[in-house]
């Protein structure tokens, strides 16, 4: 009789029916991956060998498998929901343990640790000093810390000096005669401390085509010191009375306008003419790329240097690659760190653990670990979330599907019942 068949039918039905109703409770989890029964017909073993009229005993459960396929992508407000458009898996630290999972809602612990709801720590690439460290894999923080200050070490500065000017005939520069020099600007630069100095640069045409670069340094007490100047005392006193040497010379061509050669270099800066307790800047060449000597009225094109102020952090966002940028209230950005993700050869052969939660096994592989964006792993969509990948109107119809297969072995029993009561009945 076939009852076995029967029976293993409605095993295998009931188990298809268990994983339809957990995919259908996970159609709103972030990062669920929807689950598929699959089913192995079951022979039993012939004394003789195999046989042409052979029947089977049944069905069999084969495997749960789990499909691994891209969910919908949602946006949400949260800076540190981040969702994975591709292959990959976030790499969490649980004390060490590496686990791996799909749900990127993630957010910051009192440490400024990035983890998940669970506490576990998302892993990277750490960035010391701005620049990412591919060694070593870290638990990811976002630090609270003021952004250090980072003094002046390179200037540049672009702008036209207008040919037609005559030369100057004042012997002595002072930049409190307007007749010494013919034109200015001025820019800020920093300190070792991060306290805003002005520098003045000021332009006095010696001829048809060179130019004598003159400069001053203004500190934030508002004392003005004249660089080159022999007069002795910081600030330099005024009037000036002794000598003042340029900075250097500009020479431009007569047939283009462009600049040709530039000797321009800054003394070094003492902590006396900073006037805020900071140390000394070292002496600085700055560069006047795209500087021009045109028919034209003077104009300053660029102005540029590498030095800011101390900042503390306002905010910060997460790149396609990973790579994790803070951002701070001097205007700066810098490089905190880079999430990693982690792909196997055979995801089907992760253990879950719930929670989102999977664990490698020699099924699955080893981990392949890599950035975003490279190889085959997929690219990080931040202030979003990677929705379930539960098709709801599938599920339905395989639920109903499933439940049909159920009715019909319960059927198959029944009929087999009737079949051996008639037997029982013979006279």
Same mark, same amino acid.
């Given at each position: 009789m076939s009852f076995q068949q029967g029976l293993s039918g409605l095993g295998a039905s009931a188990k298809?029916?268990?994983?339809?109703?957990?995919?259908?409770?996970?159609?709103? $989890?972030?990062?669920?991956?929807?689950?598929?029964?699959?089913?192995?017909?079951?022979?039993?073993?012939?004394?003789?060998?195999?046989?042409?009229?052979?029947?089977?005993?049944?069905?069999?459960?084969?495997? /749960?498998?789990?499909?691994?396929?891209?969910?919908?992508?949602? &946006?949400?407000? @949260?800076?540190?929901?981040?969702? /994975?458009?591709?292959?990959?898996?976030?790499?969490?630290?649980?004390?060490?343990?590496?686990?791996?999972?799909? @749900?990127?809602?993630?957010?910051?612990?009192?440490?400024?640790?990035?983890?998940?709801?669970?506490?576990?720590?998302?892993?990277?690439?750490?960035?010391?000093?701005?620049?990412?460290?591919?060694?070593?894999?870290?638990?990811?923080? /976002?630090?609270? $810390?003021?952004?250090?200050?980072?003094?002046?070490?390179?200037?540049?500065?672009?702008?036209?000096?207008?040919?037609?000017?005559?030369?100057?005939? &004042?012997?002595?520069?002072?930049?409190?005669?307007?007749?010494?020099?013919?034109?200015?600007?001025?820019?800020?630069?920093?300190?070792?401390?991060?306290?805003?100095? &002005?520098?003045?640069?000021?332009?006095?045409?010696?001829?048809s085509n060179t130019w004598n670069v003159y400069g001053t340094l203004t500190n934030p007490s508002g004392q003005t010191t004249v660089l080159g100047a022999s007069v002795a005392g910081t600030p330099t006193p005024e009037p000036i009375t002794g000598s003042v040497t340029a900075l250097g010379t500009l020479a431009f061509s007569s047939s283009s306008g462009a600049l040709t050669s530039?000797?321009?270099?800054?003394?070094?800066?003492?902590?006396?003419?900073?006037?805020?307790?900071?140390?000394? /800047?070292?002496a600085i060449t700055p560069t006047f790329t795209g500087a021009t000597q045109y028919g034209s009225s003077f104009g300053v094109s660029s102005l540029a240097q590498n030095g800011y102020a101390s900042g503390r952090p306002t905010g910060f966002s997460i790149g396609a690659d990973g790579v994790i940028q803070g951002r701070y209230s001097n205007g700066q950005s810098l490089t905190l760190g880079q999430i990693v993700l982690d792909d196997f050869r055979n995801p089907n052969g992760l253990q879950p653990l719930g929670n989102n939660l999977w664990a490698d096994t020699s099924a699955s592989g080893p981990p392949l670990p890599g950035t975003p964006n490279t190889a085959s792993l997929g690219v990080l969509q931040a202030s979003a979330v990677e929705d379930s990948n539960v098709d709801l109107t599938q599920e339905l119809v395989a639920m109903i599907t499933a439940q049909r297969s159920y009715q019909a072995n319960a059927q198959t029993i029944k009929t087999q019942d009737q079949v051996l009561q008639t037997l029982v009945n013979l006279r």
């Open positions: 298809q029916l268990d994983v339809i109703g957990n995919n259908v409770a996970n159609a709103s $989890t972030v990062g669920f991956k929807a689950s598929q029964a699959q089913f192995s017909d079951v022979y039993a073993s012939s004394l003789s060998g195999g046989s042409g009229q052979q029947v089977g005993i049944g069905t069999q459960v084969a495997a /749960i498998a789990q499909q691994f396929s891209q969910g919908n992508v949602t &946006t949400s407000n @949260n800076p540190l929901d981040v969702a /994975i458009n591709g292959k990959g898996f976030f790499r969490l630290s649980d004390n060490g343990t590496i686990v791996y999972s799909r @749900n990127g809602q993630f957010q910051l612990d009192k440490n400024g640790y990035i983890v998940n709801s669970t506490g576990k720590n998302v892993t990277g690439y750490a960035a010391p000093g701005g620049v990412i460290s591919t060694g070593s894999l870290v638990n990811l923080q /976002i630090p609270a $810390t003021n952004l250090t200050p980072q003094v002046t070490s390179t200037i540049g500065l672009g702008a036209n000096l207008d040919s037609r000017a005559a030369p100057v005939t &004042t012997a002595l520069f002072d930049p409190q005669v307007s007749t010494s020099y013919t034109n200015s600007t001025a820019m800020t630069i920093y300190d070792a401390l991060g306290n805003q100095q &002005t520098l003045g640069m000021y332009f006095a045409k010696t001829a530039s000797s321009v270099a800054l003394p070094t800066l003492t902590s006396a003419m900073l006037g805020t307790g900071a140390a000394s /800047i070292a």
